[in-house]
Structure formats: C-alpha cells, structure tokens
C-alpha cells in the first residue's frame, strides 16, 4: 500500500511560484510512476503532469508547458512540482498520484492518490 500526503499549497497571486511537494510513505515508490492532477470548483479533475520512475521522463498538459517543472528524488520517496509565473486559472486543489511503472496522463491508471492541496491564484 502507498499513502501520498500533499503539501505547499498556498495563496498567491498572480506571477508567483509555489512548490508542490508529494511524500510517499508505506512502501517505496521508486518504480512508480508519479503524477500531478488538479481540479477546479465545478470542474473535472485533469492531468497537470506524471513523471516516469527512473525520472528520465516526463510529460505535462498544454497548459502549464514551460511554467510547471515535474521531479522527482527517490531517495527521499518524494516528488515535486515546481510552478511559476502562476495565473488565476490554476487554482485548484491539486492531486498527487502513483501507479506501477509506466506515467501516463490518464486518471484511472493511478491507484494511489493523496489528499490533495489548495492552490490559490488572486489576480
């Protein structure tokens, strides 16, 4: 079983950058796949970004290509989301997850979820 447990969420405003961190407990997670969904009041829940297990490899959704930064330090069972130059419309509570082996950006392929974290963008 893997437990994920989200934090640096925050309230910001427009421009800023903020740090997701994802701690991974339970059982490592080094040959996991990890990603990062978010989802908006009244909206679905959408990819934002999944990270290969090695880290070799990542992927993200249109809208946050050159702003968002997914890693990754498996020694640490941790994985991160570096977001810049944030806009109002990237509020939302954002998701962590884990699924053996292979990242993809589709969210039923993950099992393991965490909690998720408030991210809050004022303009």
């Known amino acids: 079983q893997v437990q994920l447990v989200e934090s640096g969420g925050g309230l910001v405003q427009a421009g800023d950058s903020l740090r997701l961190s994802c701690a991974a407990s339970?059982?490592?997670?080094?040959?996991?796949?990890m990603g990062w969904f978010r989802q908006a009041p009244g909206k679905e829940r959408e990819f934002v970004a999944a990270?290969?297990?090695?880290?070799?490899?990542?992927n993200y959704a249109d809208s946050v290509k050159g702003r968002f930064t997914i890693s990754r330090d498996n020694a640490k069972n941790t994985v991160y989301l570096q977001m810049n130059s944030l806009k109002p419309e990237d509020t939302a509570v954002y998701y962590c997850?884990?699924?053996?082996?292979?990242?993809?950006?589709?969210?039923?392929?993950?099992?393991?979820w965490g909690q998720g974290t408030q991210v809050t963008v004022s303009s």
């Open positions: 997850a884990a699924r053996p082996f292979r990242a993809t950006m589709t969210i039923h392929d993950y099992a393991y």
């Open positions: 339970g059982r490592t997670v080094n040959n996991f796949a």
């Open positions: 990270i290969s297990w090695s880290g070799g490899s990542t």
